[in-house]
């Protein structure tokens, strides 16, 4: 039974950080995407940032460019996402998500793409 566990949200003031985390179990992690999504309240589910766990390839929201940086561990269980000069347009409601192994992907910050997903973690930033 496939797993993503997500941790780490909070509040926190405007240009301040977060750390979320995302651990997998019950999956062949590698060579798959992995990635996460946020969902405000009245808005549609967007992609924020996906990587490859197969390699090097990693995918942003031109909204978050620059300021997070998704990663993932050595032994390739979770996936991290490290957001700083958080706005309060950033505010929502993140979800890990993961493609199916060995799986091509049209658009990897599609969340239709995506068959696996945690119970979500909120992150609210107060301006």
């Known amino acids: 039974q496939v797993q993503l566990v997500e941790s780490g949200g909070g509040l926190v003031q405007a240009g301040g950080s977060l750390r979320l985390s995302c651990a997998a179990s019950?999956?062949?992690?590698?060579?798959?995407?992995m990635g996460w999504f946020r969902q405000a309240p009245g808005k549609e589910r967007e992609g924020v940032a996906v990587?490859?766990?197969?390699?090097?390839?990693?995918y942003y929201a031109d909204s978050v460019k620059g300021r997070f940086t998704i990663s993932q561990d050595n032994a390739k269980t979770t996936v991290y996402l490290q957001m700083n000069s958080l706005k309060p347009e950033d505010t929502a409601m993140y979800y890990c998500?993961?493609?199916?192994?060995?799986?091509?992907?049209?658009?990897?910050?599609?969340?239709?793409?995506?068959?696996?997903w945690g119970q979500g973690t909120q992150v609210t930033v107060s301006s």
């Open positions: 998500a993961a493609s199916p192994p060995w799986t091509s992907l049209t658009n990897v910050l599609d969340h239709h793409e995506y068959n696996y």
């Open positions: 019950g999956y062949t992690y590698r060579s798959s995407y």
């Open positions: 990587l490859y766990t197969g390699g090097d390839s990693t």
